[in-house]
């Protein structure tokens, strides 16, 4: 027969048991605002030149004097439409010197429509930079290579998370994957303090850090008005900052990238957090860079051509 002390051992054995399988640390459960489509995409705006414009190979070549079409397709893989006029496109190299080829243009974009997030199906836009014609003497079947530049202007709206609490226990996912839209200009991290509260004081308050870079193959420039423009090896890449949440955090308004990994830290604070207010739950932050055009570089493509 058992006995009842061992009966209650046993029954303690299990509790214990069934606690320690039930019991986890707290977690977030937040998600990016983004993660549905290419959340983590480096890229807002793609460009390539068009498959059939310029369209040449060895055995087929353009003959001198003929007129080269030359299109860039452009695709926006954000959640939201970029207005007409707001990216721009432009020949660079051998293409874009007189002497060499003529005809090259300069040209605004029209609209280029959002992803489609259900679908996550892609719109392109075309814009026709040519024709261009080879002003130079042929006397056999030669290369050239093409090559290009695209520019674009449009805010990064980064959905970030905070937690108003004084346990760092409780501080979870600031950052989820899918926070940032597709963009080069991107939050790379958020690092945040419990909130600090004196004793017998009512109100609090609390530090966080935002880390920001430029995680693309391009340059951040002032504005699309000053795309295309030479700078010189001394220059830096910066843009305004705005952050937007519960008791609206006080922050820099300016980001200054470094000019070597292009990062910048940007410290805010909080101040007037309620002290009876205070949870484990995310309180959703917005961050908007913005100010700035975004310049980089059109994949190149090569054509041929015959006397």
Known sequence: ??????VLFILLIGIIFISACTTSKTTSGVTGAYANC??????????AFADFAPVSSETNP????DDIDVEVVLINKFSDDIDAGKARVRLTGDAAINTIFSGAQEKNAETLYSIDPDTCLEETTEVDVGPIVYEGDITTTINKEITGLYCYEEPVVVKAYLYYTANAEEIGTNLPSGSNPPSSVQVTQIEQNPVDIDQGEANGEMRFKIYL?????GTIVPSLNECFEYRDAGYREEFTIDVDGAYKPECPDSVKLSRGDKTDVVTCLVS???STNLGSQASEITITLSGFGYEDIIPSTNIWLEP
């Open 1 to 6: 027969m058992i006995r009842t002390k061992e």
């Open 38 to 47: 290419n959340g983590d995409e480096t890229q807002m705006v793609s460009a």
């Open 62 to 65: 353009y003959q001198a004097g």
């Open 213 to 217: 870079e430029n995680v693309g193959t």
């Open 272 to 274: 007037g957090i309620d």
